[in-house]
């Protein structure tokens, strides 16, 4: 028995070789890929990497194998980019080479490369032309918008005052904004205590939460095993599928009322669309498109924005001279008698530069979306075959050590030069770079400046515990940075 144990296990060991032996010489043979840590059958490079701070561990080997190299995870190769000229050289000096998604198994089993964000190709840049088209006819980049935001800013404030649930209150408001393109421009505002909202706000958050999980990354090492066995990622699978059915639910409500004259939003856009083009063979506006690029936006557009506000807040009651310094920058430009509007930006440089170092220094997707590569690509000395996945690591542009001195460090300065005046920084990448930019860039700038001002305009922020008991450290390191929980008093300040 024992020995045919030894057999089976023999068989597979082999067996597994001779199948990391072919991935090689597939990858070799059409390419030359950059130099990096042996693998092991199976497994791959996976003893060498942290799965609780997966960023953490590629910023590691890149110190011995350099800014560019070669990672297995099983038996896939993928190429990682550290630092900021590898980054630049790659997404925007050869952008349309690196343009395409890389495999990410947990996103691929869920969305299967439909939508916005996932997707590659022809069909991401219909999806990425038409969305980009659409947020421009609802007002993305307009006065319009702006107003819009201030609306919801104002709203924020008196919330607050009611409520220090810093969580829901940002989730709601940032959400707010997105609805006046993706559901429904009506002049009345959407009831936030609604409970179908409050659902949908739960699915998100805990979608963003799950895919941060170390299991998660392991999973993505061996989606084939780990699918059939116990654990977050079947409430992943479920919680998506309710956001799925919450969309399309939300598709049919337009239906009814669709005036193809008159689109209210980007549901309207695109469902008249797809009504064009039902006749075109292999039409990328889809029913399934529609509903994943919708809930892509969603998810850009109200996570990553208030995780950074609830993480902002968190930083500035770690570091009351720098919120006080916001103060007196606030009193100075813009007073209590008026909201902020975006061109005081222009005055404010403390305070611009203190949002950025936010940014900075909370690193919210520190090892970014994976990419590949759209063809056989000549990168450097090396040939990276076509299909190749890639990691750009923002971690290694937003803490690299000669652009930002002491990155661990939170450092307003690290945006201001010696007269006080605000310093652009071309490795301020947190929305990543090149073709594949978030498209909501100019929204989420517009609301962290808006949202940042307009509460520290109305409350002075207090820290029921000690400031030395306040931990900024994430909690989870896999996918996306997440603040603890922490409680914050905001209290009304005395000039309003």
């Known amino acids: 028995m024992a020995l045919s144990v030894v057999t089976a296990f ?38 060498q990497l942290d799965m609780k701070n997966f960023p953490k561990s590629l910023c590691t080997l890149a110190k011995i194998y350099g800014p560019v190299f070669t990672l297995y995870l099983g038996s896939k190769p993928i190429v990682v980019l550290h630092g900021y000229k590898a980054m630049k050289e790659a997404l925007i000096d050869h952008g349309e080479e690196f343009a395409n998604r890389g495999s990410f198994p947990i996103i ?35 006065r319009s918008i702006e107003e819009r935001v201030q609306e919801e800013a104002k709203y924020l404030v008196q919330a607050l005052k009611k409520d220090n649930d810093v969580q829901q209150s940002l989730f709601s408001f940032c959400y707010g904004i997105l609805i006046l393109w993706v559901h429904g421009t009506s002049e009345k505002r959407f009831e936030y205590h609604n409970q179908k909202f409050l659902h ?8 963003s939460k799950i895919l941060s999980l170390p299991w998660i990354q392991i999973y993505n090492l061996f989606p084939a095993l780990v699918r059939h066995l116990p654990g977050s990622h079947h409430k992943l699978f479920k919680n998506c599928q309710m956001l799925h059915d919450f969309i399309l639910e939300e598709v049919k409500e337009h239906q009814k009322a669709l005036d193809p004259n008159n689109p209210r939003d980007l549901i309207d856009s695109f469902l008249i669309k797809m009504e064009k083009e039902k006749e075109k063979p292999q039409s990328e506006f889809t029913m399934e498109n529609l509903t994943f690029t919708t809930s892509d936006i969603f998810a850009a557009g109200t996570v990553t924005t208030s995780t950074t506000l609830r993480y902002g807040l968190l930083i ?180 309003m």
């Not at 964000?117 to 840049?125: A, I, L, P, V, Y």
Request: proline share 8%; with cysteine; aromatic share 10%.
């Open 200 to 207: 949908l706000m739960e699915l998100l958050d805990e979608k």
């Open 316 to 495: 500035l009651l770690k570091h009351p001279e720098v919120t006080d310094k916001i103060h007196e920058e606030i009193d100075r430009v813009i007073g209590h008698n008026r909201s902020p509007c975006l061109k005081d930006r222009n005055s404010m440089p403390y305070t611009d530069a203190v949002i950025h170092e936010i940014q900075r220094y909370i690193d919210l997707v520190p090892a970014n979306l994976t990419h590949s590569v759209t063809r056989d690509t000549k990168f450097r000395q090396y040939l990276i075959p076509k299909g190749t996945t890639i990691i750009p690591l923002l971690k290694s542009v937003l803490y690299d050590d000669e652009e930002f001195p002491n990155p661990d460090k939170f450092d307003p300065g690290h945006f201001l030069d010696e007269s006080g005046n605000f310093k652009k920084s071309d490795y301020f990448m947190p929305f990543s770079a090149g073709k594949r930019i978030c498209v909501g860039e100019g929204l989420a700038r517009m609301e962290l400046f808006l949202f940042f001002t307009t509460i520290l305009q109305n409350f002075t922020l207090k820290s029921p515990v000690d400031l030395k008991y306040i931990d900024t450290t994430p909690v989870a390191n896999g996918f996306g940075n997440i603040p603890p929980s922490f409680k914050l008093c905001f209290l009304p300040s005395s000039k």
């Open 10 to 47: 023999g068989l597979v060991f082999c067996i597994s070789c001779l199948l990391l032996i072919s991935a090689w010489k597939k990858a070799f043979g059409r390419g030359k890929l950059p130099p990096g840590p042996v693998p092991l059958p199976i497994i791959g490079n996976i003893l």
């Open 108 to 142: 691929d089993a869920i969305n299967k490369g439909l939508g916005l964000t996932f997707s590659s190709g022809e069909r991401w840049k219909q999806m990425r032309h038409f969305s980009l088209m659409t947020l421009k006819n609802f007002g993305m980049g307009t």
